[in-house]
Protein backbone atom coordinates (compact mmCIF):
# COMPACT_ATOMS: atom_id res chain seq x y z
CA UNK A 1 0.00 0.00 0.00
CA UNK A 2 3.18 2.29 0.98
CA UNK A 3 4.73 1.32 -2.75
CA UNK A 4 1.35 2.44 -4.48
CA UNK A 5 1.30 5.82 -2.44
CA UNK A 6 4.17 6.78 -3.45
CA UNK A 7 3.65 5.71 -7.33
CA UNK A 8 0.62 8.29 -6.71
CA UNK A 9 2.35 10.82 -5.50
CA UNK A 10 0.89 10.44 -1.79
CA UNK A 11 4.18 11.71 -0.46
CA UNK A 12 2.43 11.75 3.24
CA UNK A 13 0.58 8.45 2.98
CA UNK A 14 3.65 6.75 1.54
CA UNK A 15 6.01 7.69 4.81
CA UNK A 16 2.53 7.05 7.46
CA UNK A 17 2.51 3.45 5.91
CA UNK A 18 6.35 2.85 5.28
CA UNK A 19 6.57 3.97 9.53
CA UNK A 20 4.09 1.60 10.32
CA UNK A 21 5.69 -1.37 8.13
CA UNK A 22 8.52 -0.72 10.24
CA UNK A 23 6.92 -0.35 13.34
CA UNK A 24 4.93 -3.66 12.86
CA UNK A 25 8.10 -5.39 11.54
CA UNK A 26 10.05 -4.07 14.85
CA UNK A 27 6.83 -5.20 17.03
CA UNK A 28 7.03 -8.65 15.24
CA UNK A 29 10.55 -9.48 15.49
CA UNK A 30 10.97 -8.28 19.83
CA UNK A 31 7.96 -10.74 19.93
CA UNK A 32 9.81 -12.25 22.92
CA UNK A 33 7.80 -9.17 25.25
CA UNK A 34 4.46 -10.32 23.73
CA UNK A 35 2.40 -7.14 25.59
CA UNK A 36 5.16 -4.60 24.27
CA UNK A 37 4.35 -6.01 20.61
CA UNK A 38 0.83 -6.24 20.93
CA UNK A 39 0.33 -2.27 22.59
CA UNK A 40 2.63 -1.65 19.58
CA UNK A 41 0.71 -2.85 16.75
CA UNK A 42 -2.53 -1.92 18.30
CA UNK A 43 -1.92 2.26 18.62
CA UNK A 44 0.04 2.07 15.80
CA UNK A 45 -3.41 0.80 14.20
CA UNK A 46 -4.99 3.31 15.94
CA UNK A 47 -2.94 6.36 15.00
CA UNK A 48 -2.91 5.15 11.41
CA UNK A 49 -6.59 4.93 11.01
CA UNK A 50 -7.18 8.38 12.83
CA UNK A 51 -4.21 9.64 9.85
CA UNK A 52 -7.04 8.05 7.41
CA UNK A 53 -10.13 9.35 8.84
CA UNK A 54 -8.58 12.76 9.05
CA UNK A 55 -7.14 13.16 5.57
CA UNK A 56 -9.81 10.85 3.61
CA UNK A 57 -6.91 8.59 2.69
CA UNK A 58 -7.11 7.82 -1.26
CA UNK A 59 -10.03 9.74 -2.63
CA UNK A 60 -11.95 9.26 0.69
CA UNK A 61 -11.88 5.60 1.16
CA UNK A 62 -9.61 5.95 3.81
CA UNK A 63 -12.42 5.80 6.42
CA UNK A 64 -12.93 2.27 5.44
CA UNK A 65 -10.42 0.63 6.74
CA UNK A 66 -11.09 1.13 10.49
CA UNK A 67 -13.44 -1.60 10.65
CA UNK A 68 -10.24 -3.31 10.58
CA UNK A 69 -9.47 -2.19 14.39
CA UNK A 70 -12.51 -4.24 16.48
CA UNK A 71 -12.11 -7.44 15.61
CA UNK A 72 -7.98 -6.73 15.66
CA UNK A 73 -8.23 -4.68 19.26
CA UNK A 74 -10.67 -7.29 21.33
CA UNK A 75 -8.69 -10.68 20.03
CA UNK A 76 -5.36 -8.06 21.83
CA UNK A 77 -7.43 -6.94 24.71
CA UNK A 78 -9.94 -9.05 25.62
CA UNK A 79 -13.46 -8.07 26.27
CA UNK A 80 -13.35 -5.67 29.18
CA UNK A 81 -10.40 -3.73 28.29
CA UNK A 82 -11.26 -4.03 24.32
CA UNK A 83 -14.62 -2.29 24.99
CA UNK A 84 -12.70 0.56 26.54
CA UNK A 85 -10.24 1.50 23.99
CA UNK A 86 -12.63 0.84 21.45
CA UNK A 87 -14.84 3.32 23.01
CA UNK A 88 -12.05 5.80 22.94
CA UNK A 89 -11.15 4.95 18.98
CA UNK A 90 -14.81 5.63 18.43
CA UNK A 91 -14.65 9.16 20.10
CA UNK A 92 -11.00 9.84 18.30
CA UNK A 93 -12.70 8.80 15.30
CA UNK A 94 -15.84 11.00 15.61
CA UNK A 95 -13.23 14.37 16.65
CA UNK A 96 -11.19 13.07 13.14
CA UNK A 97 -14.53 13.33 10.98
CA UNK A 98 -15.36 16.91 12.56
CA UNK A 99 -11.38 18.03 12.28
CA UNK A 100 -11.13 16.75 8.64
CA UNK A 101 -14.55 19.06 7.92
CA UNK A 102 -13.63 22.20 10.05
CA UNK A 103 -10.37 22.21 9.29
CA UNK A 104 -11.13 22.11 5.72
CA UNK A 105 -8.50 18.95 5.30
CA UNK A 106 -11.08 16.87 3.61
CA UNK A 107 -14.45 17.04 2.87
CA UNK A 108 -16.42 13.46 2.98
CA UNK A 109 -19.33 13.42 0.14
CA UNK A 110 -22.19 13.00 0.80
CA UNK A 111 -22.84 14.00 4.25
CA UNK A 112 -24.71 10.73 4.65
CA UNK A 113 -21.08 9.10 4.49
CA UNK A 114 -20.04 9.90 7.79
CA UNK A 115 -22.76 8.64 9.55
CA UNK A 116 -22.70 5.22 7.97
CA UNK A 117 -19.33 4.55 8.30
CA UNK A 118 -19.82 5.33 11.74
CA UNK A 119 -23.00 3.23 12.47
CA UNK A 120 -21.83 0.19 10.10
CA UNK A 121 -18.24 0.67 12.41
CA UNK A 122 -20.60 0.61 15.69
CA UNK A 123 -21.93 -2.67 14.65
CA UNK A 124 -18.97 -4.45 13.67
CA UNK A 125 -17.67 -3.73 16.98
CA UNK A 126 -20.71 -5.20 18.78
CA UNK A 127 -20.38 -8.46 16.59
CA UNK A 128 -16.71 -8.78 17.56
CA UNK A 129 -17.95 -8.10 21.03
CA UNK A 130 -19.85 -10.73 21.25
CA UNK A 131 -17.84 -12.58 19.59
CA UNK A 132 -14.75 -12.46 22.15
CA UNK A 133 -17.84 -12.69 25.13
CA UNK A 134 -18.15 -16.30 23.64
CA UNK A 135 -14.93 -16.92 23.21
CA UNK A 136 -13.67 -15.84 26.72
CA UNK A 137 -16.60 -18.01 27.84
CA UNK A 138 -16.03 -21.19 26.36
CA UNK A 139 -12.23 -20.39 27.37
CA UNK A 140 -13.02 -20.83 30.28
CA UNK A 141 -14.69 -23.84 30.46
CA UNK A 142 -11.82 -25.45 29.17
CA UNK A 143 -9.54 -23.84 31.66
CA UNK A 144 -12.09 -25.30 34.31
CA UNK A 145 -12.38 -28.43 32.43
CA UNK A 146 -8.80 -29.22 32.10
CA UNK A 147 -7.99 -27.74 35.97
CA UNK A 148 -10.68 -30.69 37.02
CA UNK A 149 -9.16 -33.33 34.93
CA UNK A 150 -5.76 -32.38 36.03
CA UNK A 151 -7.10 -32.97 39.92
CA UNK A 152 -8.56 -36.17 39.10
CA UNK A 153 -5.51 -37.60 36.99
CA UNK A 154 -3.94 -37.38 40.90
CA UNK A 155 -6.18 -38.51 42.80
CA UNK A 156 -7.37 -42.37 43.51
CA UNK A 157 -11.23 -42.78 42.97
CA UNK A 158 -11.66 -45.58 45.78
CA UNK A 159 -10.31 -43.96 48.88
CA UNK A 160 -9.58 -40.44 46.85
CA UNK A 161 -6.14 -40.04 48.35
CA UNK A 162 -3.29 -39.13 46.02
CA UNK A 163 -2.43 -41.66 43.38
CA UNK A 164 1.44 -42.75 43.32
CA UNK A 165 2.08 -40.54 39.78
CA UNK A 166 1.44 -37.16 42.37
CA UNK A 167 3.41 -38.98 45.18
CA UNK A 168 5.95 -39.50 42.83
CA UNK A 169 6.00 -35.37 42.32
CA UNK A 170 5.56 -34.63 46.19
CA UNK A 171 9.04 -36.99 47.20
CA UNK A 172 10.66 -35.16 44.65
CA UNK A 173 10.48 -32.22 46.51
CA UNK A 174 10.62 -33.36 49.48
CA UNK A 175 14.65 -34.78 48.70
CA UNK A 176 15.30 -31.22 46.97
CA UNK A 177 14.53 -29.65 50.31
CA UNK A 178 17.06 -32.42 51.45
CA UNK A 179 19.55 -31.59 49.77
CA UNK A 180 18.91 -28.09 50.09
CA UNK A 181 18.01 -26.87 53.80
CA UNK A 182 19.35 -30.39 54.95
CA UNK A 183 15.49 -30.92 56.36
CA UNK A 184 15.00 -34.75 56.56
CA UNK A 185 12.07 -36.53 55.70
CA UNK A 186 10.47 -39.93 56.10
CA UNK A 187 8.79 -42.62 54.22
CA UNK A 188 6.52 -45.41 55.50
CA UNK A 189 5.14 -48.27 52.89
CA UNK A 190 2.37 -50.01 54.03
CA UNK A 191 0.63 -53.33 53.25
CA UNK A 192 -2.90 -54.69 54.47
CA UNK A 193 -2.11 -58.20 55.82
CA UNK A 194 -3.80 -61.28 54.68
CA UNK A 195 -5.86 -59.06 51.83
CA UNK A 196 -6.64 -61.62 49.83
CA UNK A 197 -8.23 -64.05 52.14
CA UNK A 198 -10.60 -60.77 52.81
CA UNK A 199 -11.84 -60.17 49.12
CA UNK A 200 -12.08 -64.40 49.08
CA UNK A 201 -14.32 -64.52 51.94
CA UNK A 202 -15.84 -61.23 52.35
CA UNK A 203 -16.11 -60.28 48.26
CA UNK A 204 -14.30 -56.98 47.02
CA UNK A 205 -16.80 -54.64 48.04
CA UNK A 206 -15.99 -55.79 51.79
CA UNK A 207 -12.76 -55.69 50.30
CA UNK A 208 -13.02 -52.17 48.69
CA UNK A 209 -14.66 -51.06 52.15
CA UNK A 210 -12.00 -52.08 54.41
CA UNK A 211 -9.35 -50.12 52.06
CA UNK A 212 -11.46 -46.66 52.31
CA UNK A 213 -11.49 -47.98 56.10
CA UNK A 214 -7.59 -47.76 56.37
CA UNK A 215 -7.21 -44.51 54.01
CA UNK A 216 -9.40 -42.76 56.81
CA UNK A 217 -7.12 -44.60 59.75
CA UNK A 218 -3.96 -43.36 58.09
CA UNK A 219 -5.64 -40.01 57.28
CA UNK A 220 -6.47 -39.07 60.92
CA UNK A 221 -2.92 -40.43 62.32
CA UNK A 222 -0.16 -38.55 60.66
CA UNK A 223 0.92 -34.98 61.55
CA UNK A 224 -0.33 -31.96 60.02
CA UNK A 225 2.04 -32.04 56.69
CA UNK A 226 2.51 -35.73 56.14
CA UNK A 227 1.55 -36.94 52.97
CA UNK A 228 -0.28 -40.23 52.45
CA UNK A 229 -1.45 -42.21 49.34
CA UNK A 230 -2.58 -44.97 47.83
CA UNK A 231 0.94 -46.43 46.23
CA UNK A 232 -1.10 -49.58 44.40
CA UNK A 233 -2.95 -51.87 45.20
CA UNK A 234 -3.57 -52.45 48.94
CA UNK A 235 -0.48 -50.71 49.53
CA UNK A 236 -0.36 -47.23 50.84
CA UNK A 237 2.84 -44.76 50.90
CA UNK A 238 3.31 -42.01 54.10
CA UNK A 239 5.46 -39.46 53.66
CA UNK A 240 6.58 -37.19 57.19
CA UNK A 241 8.65 -33.82 55.67
CA UNK A 242 10.72 -32.24 58.66
CA UNK A 243 10.76 -35.72 60.57
CA UNK A 244 13.28 -38.50 61.58
CA UNK A 245 13.18 -42.11 61.37
CA UNK A 246 11.87 -42.05 64.87
CA UNK A 247 8.73 -39.67 64.54
CA UNK A 248 7.82 -42.80 61.35
CA UNK A 249 7.72 -45.21 64.39
CA UNK A 250 5.99 -43.41 66.26
CA UNK A 251 3.72 -42.56 63.62
CA UNK A 252 3.27 -46.54 62.79
CA UNK A 253 2.71 -47.42 66.28
CA UNK A 254 -0.39 -44.81 66.37
CA UNK A 255 -1.23 -46.63 63.16
CA UNK A 256 -1.50 -49.95 64.58
CA UNK A 257 -3.18 -48.70 67.49
CA UNK A 258 -5.77 -47.34 65.68
CA UNK A 259 -6.26 -50.49 63.51
CA UNK A 260 -7.08 -52.42 66.63
CA UNK A 261 -9.32 -49.98 67.88
CA UNK A 262 -11.71 -49.20 65.11
CA UNK A 263 -12.50 -52.08 63.61
CA UNK A 264 -15.05 -52.23 60.26
CA UNK A 265 -18.42 -52.67 60.83
CA UNK A 266 -18.63 -55.12 58.15
CA UNK A 267 -16.37 -57.35 58.83
CA UNK A 268 -17.12 -59.74 62.20
CA UNK A 269 -15.42 -58.81 65.22
CA UNK A 270 -12.66 -61.62 65.08
CA UNK A 271 -10.95 -60.47 61.98
CA UNK A 272 -9.04 -57.68 62.31
CA UNK A 273 -7.76 -55.28 59.51
CA UNK A 274 -3.78 -54.95 60.37
CA UNK A 275 -1.25 -53.96 58.31
CA UNK A 276 2.58 -53.86 58.01
CA UNK A 277 4.89 -51.76 57.77
CA UNK A 278 8.19 -50.31 56.56
CA UNK A 279 9.91 -47.25 58.02
CA UNK A 280 13.09 -45.27 56.33
CA UNK A 281 14.60 -42.16 56.55
CA UNK A 282 15.22 -40.88 53.40
CA UNK A 283 19.17 -40.32 52.49
CA UNK A 284 20.80 -36.95 50.46
CA UNK A 285 22.96 -39.40 48.58
CA UNK A 286 20.09 -42.10 47.37
CA UNK A 287 17.71 -41.67 44.76
CA UNK A 288 13.96 -41.79 45.92
CA UNK A 289 13.46 -45.10 43.85
CA UNK A 290 16.28 -46.53 46.04
CA UNK A 291 14.64 -45.38 49.23
CA UNK A 292 11.11 -46.85 48.56
CA UNK A 293 12.88 -50.12 47.47
CA UNK A 294 14.76 -50.09 50.79
CA UNK A 295 11.49 -49.21 52.55
CA UNK A 296 9.68 -52.18 50.64
CA UNK A 297 13.00 -54.32 51.87
CA UNK A 298 11.64 -53.32 55.62
CA UNK A 299 8.08 -53.86 55.06
CA UNK A 300 9.44 -56.97 53.42
CA UNK A 301 10.81 -58.21 56.82
CA UNK A 302 7.53 -57.54 58.71
CA UNK A 303 5.26 -59.26 56.65
CA UNK A 304 7.94 -62.53 57.49
CA UNK A 305 8.01 -61.90 61.15
CA UNK A 306 5.01 -62.19 61.59
CA UNK A 307 2.73 -59.41 60.09
CA UNK A 308 0.83 -56.39 61.85
CA UNK A 309 4.19 -54.69 62.88
CA UNK A 310 6.38 -52.21 61.92
CA UNK A 311 10.17 -52.29 60.57
CA UNK A 312 12.74 -49.48 60.26
N1 LIG B 1 -11.17 -55.22 46.97
C1 LIG B 1 -10.06 -54.84 46.42
N2 LIG B 1 -9.01 -55.69 46.35
C2 LIG B 1 -7.85 -55.28 45.84
C3 LIG B 1 -7.69 -53.99 45.29
N3 LIG B 1 -6.42 -53.89 44.85
C4 LIG B 1 -5.81 -55.06 45.08
N4 LIG B 1 -6.66 -55.91 45.68
C5 LIG B 1 -6.43 -57.29 46.10
O1 LIG B 1 -5.41 -57.33 47.09
C6 LIG B 1 -4.97 -58.66 47.17
C7 LIG B 1 -3.50 -58.69 47.47
O2 LIG B 1 -3.14 -60.00 47.68
P1 LIG B 1 -1.67 -60.46 48.06
O3 LIG B 1 -0.69 -59.66 47.23
O4 LIG B 1 -1.60 -61.94 47.94
O5 LIG B 1 -1.45 -59.98 49.51
P2 LIG B 1 -2.11 -60.44 50.89
O6 LIG B 1 -3.20 -61.43 50.68
O7 LIG B 1 -2.49 -59.18 51.58
O8 LIG B 1 -0.92 -61.14 51.59
P3 LIG B 1 0.21 -60.45 52.42
O9 LIG B 1 0.54 -59.17 51.75
O10 LIG B 1 1.33 -61.43 52.39
O11 LIG B 1 -0.29 -60.27 53.79
C8 LIG B 1 -5.34 -59.33 45.85
O12 LIG B 1 -6.31 -60.30 46.07
C9 LIG B 1 -5.92 -58.18 45.02
O13 LIG B 1 -6.98 -58.61 44.20
C10 LIG B 1 -8.83 -53.12 45.34
O14 LIG B 1 -8.79 -51.98 44.89
N5 LIG B 1 -9.97 -53.59 45.92
Redo the contacts with the bound molecule.
Keep these: MSCIAFTNGEHLLFMMLLCSSFIYMWAFISYINVEKSANTILYNLYVLMIYLVLTGGVEGTGPIWIFIVSPVTFSIRGLKRGTFDIVLFLIAVILAFYFADALDIYNYEPNQYTYRVLFSFIIVAMLSAFYEYTREKYNDKIIALSQKNEVLATIDP?TNLPNRRYTMKKLEEFKLALSRDQTPFVIMLC??????????VYG?????E??THLANTLKQNIPDKALVSRW???EFLIAIPNAVKEKGVEVANKIHASLKNNSICELPESVNLTI?IGVIQCLEARSIDLDIKHADELLYTA?EQG?NRTCS
Design positions: LDVDNFKKINDHDIGDALGGESKK
